[in-house]
């Protein structure tokens, strides 16, 4: 095993973080989100169940500093050197009145960090408020600042590597599909059909295989087709639901995301005219992305669609997408909705998400899309219209 990119890609993410860094007035930071350390420097393993951090200085190579047990999968994930990866002893694995912060805390006073101008990331599933206070505690002479979101901002361009895994996430993406596609019928049970779709996301191609997507697969069915992020039951499809599949594909954690509707039988007017105004919003989407629009344009070129038709969607329509880790493949950066007025740059991936959940019934058309300097284009090639099954 190696790490997925070469060293001059890290070295030139760990440039435009401390580029950032030294714009806050930063002297290190403190990085608690799975997907940035990996970013940083390949790190991949499921470590994030206990406490893990990166510290990036100004003056201090990255630091990876985990649970013992896991410090190994730096050897093979990352070029980190050996003091670049420090542990903390197992004693300290969930323990009542001992705390694995305290132990990283104690090593970055050893490095001179008390006093220092430190940022962290404060609203990361994996970072918890336990934690930073023990590090605070640690390091009384310092000022710690918010910094939420900094290493994300630097995620939002890709580079043309990245751009490659996610090309071949989205050929996941699409046989993970045409599995959902293949299986679907009434009395398959959706468990039985989410067996096999996610052994094809993992199986990937012959030439790569694939990972867990960080969003769980997603099925609306029945009345669970009213909501957004139901999860898969034991019950079987029935003849006439309207059934959208939310689910993608996954390289080496870089997520695609894609959602389509299937009817079993005789589709119903109402699906079909809603079927009709999401494929046409979802043109007028694609016309109106490249680099340097804003994303609430991209949102009202949608929206005029919408209006035509009399519908409503009151939740963003998508948002920037790429590496991530259990809960969400989202970026937490852009939103395509109204208000945000943050231009696109260019290369970066997007996932436009058009869920309509209606009365009793709902459905979903996604695409994982490339923006270019004066175009876009979608990375997942898979077939637009409802997917209608005879019966």
């Known amino acids: 095993m190696a790490p997925p990119f070469s060293r001059d890609e890290y070295a030139d993410r760990l440039a435009r973080v401390r580029a950032a860094m ?45 649970r013992e047990m896991d410090a190994g999968a730096a050897a093979f994930t990352t070029y980190l050197a050996g003091e670049q990866v420090v542990p903390f002893p197992e004693t300290l694995v969930q323990q009542r009145d001992v705390h694995p912060a305290q132990f990283m805390g104690d090593w970055m006073g050893s490095k001179g960090f008390d006093g220092k101008r430190i940022g962290y990331e404060s609203d990361v599933y994996f970072l918890t408020p336990a934690a930073i206070d023990h590090l605070k505690s640690r390091l009384p002479n310092s000022s710690w600042v918010d910094c939420e979101l900094l290493v994300n901002w630097q995620r939002l361009s890709k580079s043309p590597a990245e751009i490659v895994m996610l090309q071949q996430a989205a050929v996941i993406a699409g046989l993970a599909m045409q599995t959902a596609y293949d299986g679907v019928k009434p009395g398959v049970r959706q468990c ?8 094809a996301q993992i199986r990937g191609t012959p030439e790569f295989g694939g990972d867990m997507t960080a969003l769980h697969p997603l099925v609306l069915a029945g009345e669970a087709a009213t909501t957004a992020h139901p999860m898969w039951t034991d019950a079987p499809f029935d003849k006439g639901q309207t059934v959208a599949f939310e689910l993608g594909g996954c390289r080496k954690r870089y997520n695609a995301g894609l959602a389509r509707t299937v009817h079993m039988g005789e589709p119903p007017q ?41 519908l409503e969607k009151k939740s963003r329509i998508g948002y920037s997408i790429g590496l991530g880790y259990s809960p969400d493949w989202g970026e937490h950066t852009i939103s395509f909705r109204p208000g945000d007025e943050t231009p696109l740059p260019e290369n970066a991936v997007v996932h436009i998400i058009l869920g309509m959940w ?24 898979f077939p637009q219209d409802v997917h209608v099954i005879d019966m």
């Open 22 to 66: 030294e714009g806050r007035c930063l002297d290190v930071l403190v990085i608690g989100d799975p997907a940035n350390i990996n970013w940083l420097s390949g790190y991949d393993a499921w470590s994030f169940y206990t406490p893990q951090i990166m510290v990036v200085g100004l003056e201090c190579d990255p630091t990876w500093l985990g």
């Open 192 to 199: 039985d059909l989410m067996a096999d779709v996610v052994a």
């Open 270 to 310: 109402a699906l079909l005219t809603t079927a009709k105004a999401v494929g046409e919003g979802m043109d007028e989407v694609l016309n109106s992305m490249r680099a340097n629009v804003r994303c609430c344009d991209v949102h009202a070129a949608w929206q005029a669609v919408l209006d035509q038709y009399g």
């Open 358 to 381: 209606m009365d009793g019934w709902g459905m979903e058309l996604s695409e994982t899309i490339h923006v270019r300097e004066k175009d876009a284009a979608c990375l997942t090639q």
